[in-house]
């Protein structure tokens, strides 16, 4: 059996990659090891599907490759990705440049590329796993596991099958094995957008609670990396949108072996000039009551109940008993609550992965330099977006980009580069 490209995995990079080459003309197939095209798309933006983001820049991409993933973006940019959802009747909504389908619904966008894929009568060979992959001259012959046939000949082939991250959807790291007995560097996987665990005392006083705070990574002393938004206290850590956005950086520097702190500011959008006054205001005004209950109107009860501990009070004790130093004090570590991070949530939690495929082991079109006709697409690849619609974007850019070359491809070329 013998077809023009196959493309390993079923995911957002593999349909779009996978589209675009029967698209142009070539005898395309899917391999994909689940039951089920598209599954992790089901899961992405709370099962809204944040297909991608109006604000789209170079600094969204967090590791040194970011200037390679824009070169991608740029060749199917959000606008292009917008029409192409419209040509299969999805329609987009936005929220602050955020990009959702007008249902709302992630099965919305899975059931367009499985649609489109089925109109384009692509074959797609569920539950089989690709053993091995020869060269064979101008061809690459797979041994395949699962299949009615064991063997099946391709002139071109694109790796789209996804990171280590979230394997009860289907990312369970296999393609980095496969990759990897091409010759092609892969850079150690790391959990990325996850939450960070910590043995901060009294940290199980605030669980439960949600906060608008700033968090900054320390890592060896040296800042790298700071968010804000929404921050969940939770009885192992910290999670939440910013702790996601800022995982990546402490997950490589605890890898490398250096001390990660994260400091989390929960009164981010005033002075401690001015949270110093609220709370003179607040215990002064509210005697009668305890420590937790007078700044109740400023934060949530169990963060009071935390931060008392930490500073060696109660905060049951009565709010007549607070005098200015302690007020200082009070302010001056909810500007600054400090974690020691031990570790971090694992690939079961994490959204996506941070290394990969080297882009370095790449040319300019996703294509192995060393094995003409092998392309790369999606989370396989060494690029990480921060949450918000970028890691998609870049599995459609890439499926794209990956798809149309390798239909451009033809054997000569091929054989010219070798």
């Given at each position: 059996?013998s ?45 809204k ?60 966008v ?14 797609v ?88 705070g ?52 929960v009164?981010?959008d ?13 215990v ?5 009551q ?26 049951n ?87 149309k ?14």
């Amino acid at each position: 059996m013998s077809f023009d490209c196959v493309v390993i995995g079923g995911g957002a990079a593999g349909m779009m990659a996978a589209i675009q080459c029967k698209e142009n003309n070539m005898q395309t197939v899917i391999i994909e090891h689940t039951a089920k095209l598209g599954t992790k798309i089901l899961k992405t933006g709370n099962g809204k599907c944040n297909f991608s983001n109006t604000f789209m820049t170079k600094e969204m991409y967090q590791n040194n490759n970011a200037d390679y993933a824009m070169g991608i973006i740029n060749r199917f940019n959000v606008d292009d990705t917008i029409h192409f959802f419209e040509n299969l009747s999805v329609y987009k909504k936005e929220r602050n440049g955020y990009l959702y389908p007008r249902s709302e619904m992630a099965a919305s966008v899975a059931l367009a590329l499985t649609g489109r894929i089925q109109a384009l009568d692509i074959p797609v060979f569920f539950e089989t796993s690709v053993k091995r992959i020869d060269n064979a001259g101008s061809e690459y012959v797979l041994q395949l596991e699962g299949a009615k046939t064991n063997t099946i000949k391709t002139k071109t082939v694109i790796f789209a099958c996804g990171s280590a991250a979230s394997p009860s959807s289907g990312s369970d790291g296999s393609g980095y094995k496969l990759v990897k007995k091409f010759g092609v560097k892969v850079v150690k996987p790391l959990p990325a957008l996850t939450a960070l665990e910590s043995d901060k005392k009294n940290m199980k006083l605030a669980t439960g609670v949600r906060a608008y705070g700033n968090v900054k990574i320390m890592a060896a002393g040296r800042e790298v990396s700071q968010d804000t938004g929404e921050i969940q206290f939770t009885d192992y850590g910290i999670s939440g949108i910013p702790v996601f956005q800022v995982s990546r950086f402490a997950v490589r520097a605890l890898e490398e072996g250096q001390r990660v702190e994260a400091l989390v500011d929960v009164a981010a959008d005033i002075s401690e000039e001015e949270l110093v006054s609220m709370i003179k205001c607040a215990v002064g005004t509210r005697k009668q009551q305890s420590v937790s209950e007078s700044l109740s109107g400023i934060f949530n009860k169990k963060l009071v109940m935390m931060i008392c501990k930490d500073i060696g009070i109660e905060g049951n004790s009565s709010a007549s008993d607070i005098d200015d130093d302690i007020c200082q004090k009070l302010a001056r570590y909810m500007k600054s609550l400090r974690y020691h991070i031990t570790g971090y949530k694992g690939n079961d939690y994490a959204q996506v992965c941070q290394g990969g495929v080297d882009v370095s082991e790449l040319n300019e079109n996703l294509e192995s330099i060393d094995n003409p006709g092998i392309f790369f697409a999606g989370e396989l690849v060494d690029i990480d977006g921060k949450c918000g619609g970028y890691n998609l974007q870049w599995a459609w850019s890439s499926g794209f980009v990956a798809g149309k070359c390798a239909a451009q491809s033809s054997i000569g070329e091929r054989e010219k580069r070798i």
